[in-house]
């Protein structure tokens, strides 16, 4: 039972808001301090305007966040910041990316941008949980100026951020940049795992 419980007290969720204007997919991340491989990444899941919760802030704004992804197991102190490298990819043509029936490319094949899409990374220190509060989960903030907040809290302690915050990277970017660093598909050439039944 002890050995349950100690992994209950390791084990976090993902939860994401998207604060931009763009659809998020695909968001994975990875202590810093490693080699990246999107394989071996934790999964923080997608937010797509169409199917994604919806928040108010506190000035009556509405943002959209992505339900809890599971699981990665914590090895790290959640008093004290971590390094992570953040990738994801944003949408920005929903109607290109999601493309037609018989359009069956597979995102391994191209190196670059995809239809609609640009892969985009950022190297963030996640904030540690506030004192007293035993941490589960990895909560994330898409920013419009093209930063990324993650912070370590609760399902209670969990909230969008407070619109005076917001106001300090409400900044766009360029025209044509979804984000400040843009990278290659991470996918690419990266072979299919076999098919098992």
């Not at 069956?104 to 985009?120: I, M, V």
């Not at 370590?152 to 984000?179: D, I, M, V, W, Y």
């Amino acid at each position: 039972m002890h050995q349950l419980d100690e992994l209950r007290k390791t084990t976090f969720t993902t939860t994401s808001y998207n604060y931009t204007e763009f659809d998020i997919y695909n968001i994975s991340y990875k202590d810093a301090s490693v080699p990246f491989d999107i394989l071996d990444s934790v999964d923080g899941g997608s937010i797509f305007f169409r199917n994604s919760n919806k928040f108010t802030l506190d000035n009556g704004e509405r943002v959209t966040g992505g339900g809890e992804t599971c699981c990665l197991i914590w090895s790290k102190p959640t008093d004290k910041p971590l390094r992570i490298r953040v990738v994801w990819s944003v949408i920005y043509d929903l109607e290109s990316f999601d493309g037609k029936l018989n359009d069956r490319r597979d995102k391994r094949s191209f190196k670059s941008r995809g239809r609609g899409s640009a892969w985009c990374e950022a190297i963030i220190d996640v904030v540690p949980a506030r004192e007293n509060v035993q941490a589960d989960k990895v909560i994330f903030h898409f920013l419009p100026d093209g930063e990324v907040y993650a912070q370590l809290g609760t399902l209670q302690t969990e909230k969008p951020l407070p619109s005076a915050f917001l106001a300090k990277h409400r900044a766009p970017l360029s025209e044509g940049q979804f984000c400040r660093t843009e990278i290659n598909n991470p996918f690419y050439n990266v072979p299919r795992a076999p098919h098992r039944e």
